[in-house]
Each structure stands twice: as structure tokens, then as C-alpha cells.
């Protein structure tokens, strides 16, 4: 069985960094693309970040230069850290290997 758990979200102010973990079981990271999305209250889920097995990573146009996402494969675990937030990047958010997805974790970034 698959099971995916985020953790590291929270309060923060406006400029401050938050880093996401989640943490996999059942599932081999190394063979699969990994990635983080996110959902605001009305809006749809979007694609944050993602990273391939060899390492590349693609960011959405919102997030290039502050979000960064990293794979840690012999420990079946991926990371977003969030640098310098802003109140639009409150959400929930998750993480999704292949067709699985965690149960998110709430960014809550105030002005």
C-alpha cells in the first residue's frame, strides 16, 4: 500500500521560508517523477514543481527563483523549500508520485 505524508507547513509572514517534506512508503522514488502542487480556497489544483529521475526540475512561472524542490531517493523522501513567500502562495499543498498523492499540508503566508 502507498502512502505519502507531507509535513512542514504553517504560519508564516510575508518573506519568510517554509520547507515541505513527505515522506513515502510502498513506493520506490527512484523510478519515478516527483512533484509538488498546490490548491488555494476556488481554485484549481496546479503543478508547483516537479523533478525527474535524473534530476530535472520544471517550476511554475509563479514560484521560479524562490521555490526549490529536491529528491532524497535512498530515503524515499522529496522536499520543497519556500523562500520568500507572499500571501498568494497560501494554500494546501501536496505531493504526487506517479498516481499517488499525500494528504496535503496547509501554507498559510500573511501580509
Known amino acids: 500500500q502507498v502512502q505519502l505524508v507531507e509535513s512542514g507547513g504553517g504560519f508564516v509572514q510575508a518573506g519568510e521560508s517554509l520547507r515541505l517534506s513527505c515522506a513515502a512508503s510502498g513506493i520506490m522514488f527512484r523510478l519515478n517523477t516527483l512533484a509538488w502542487y498546490r490548491q488555494s480556497p476556488g481554485k484549481q489544483r496546479e503543478s508547483v514543481a516537479t523533478i525527474t529521475t535524473g534530476g530535472v526540475t520544471n517550476y511554475a512561472d509563479s514560484v521560479k527563483g524562490r521555490f526549490t524542490i529536491s529528491r532524497d531517493d535512498n530515503n524515499n523522501r522529496m522536499f520543497l523549500q519556500m523562500a520568500n513567500l507572499q500571501p498568494e502562495d497560501t494554500a494546501v499543498y501536496f505531493c504526487?508520485?506517479?498516481?499517488?498523492w499525500g494528504q496535503g499540508t496547509q501554507v498559510t503566508v500573511s501580509s
Open positions: 504526487k508520485v506517479f498516481k499517488w
